[in-house]
Nanobody, 124 residues
């Protein structure tokens, strides 16, 4: 059974950068498309970025377009989320999730495995 573990979160000042990692075990990640989601305090969880199974296509939410970049290294069984020009509005718990499909989307229903989340706080 696929298990996902996020890491790389922390406290950063506005304008700073973080790189999140999503490491998989129990199965090979190249069987899944991967999404990054986040949940801010008092808000619903939302999709941030996602990447297709072979990494040939990606999708970003409008709020992070041009600032966040998702990538994957199937040899390392890991997906990354590079976050630049961070804003206080990016604060939240970030989750990675896997779905056994070729392409990704921000619809949560098809995602069958979720990580436990990593906290990102953007504050001065």
């Amino acid at each position: 059974q696929l298990q996902l573990v996020e890491s790389g979160g922390g406290l950063v000042q506005p304008g700073g950068s973080l790189r999140l990692s999503c490491a998989a075990s129990g199965s090979t990640l190249d069987e899944y498309s991967i999404g990054w989601f986040r949940q801010a305090p008092g808000k619903e969880r939302e999709g941030v970025s996602c990447i297709s199974k072979y990494g040939t296509s990606t999708r970003d939410a409008d709020s992070v377009e041009g600032r966040f970049t998702i990538s994957r290294d199937n040899a390392k069984n890991t997906v990354y989320l590079q976050m630049n020009s961070l804003e206080p509005e990016d604060t939240g718990v970030y989750y990675c999730a896997a779905r056994p499909t070729l392409h990704c989307s921000f619809s949560e229903a098809p995602y069958t495995s979720w990580g436990q989340g990593t906290q990102v706080t953007v504050s001065s």
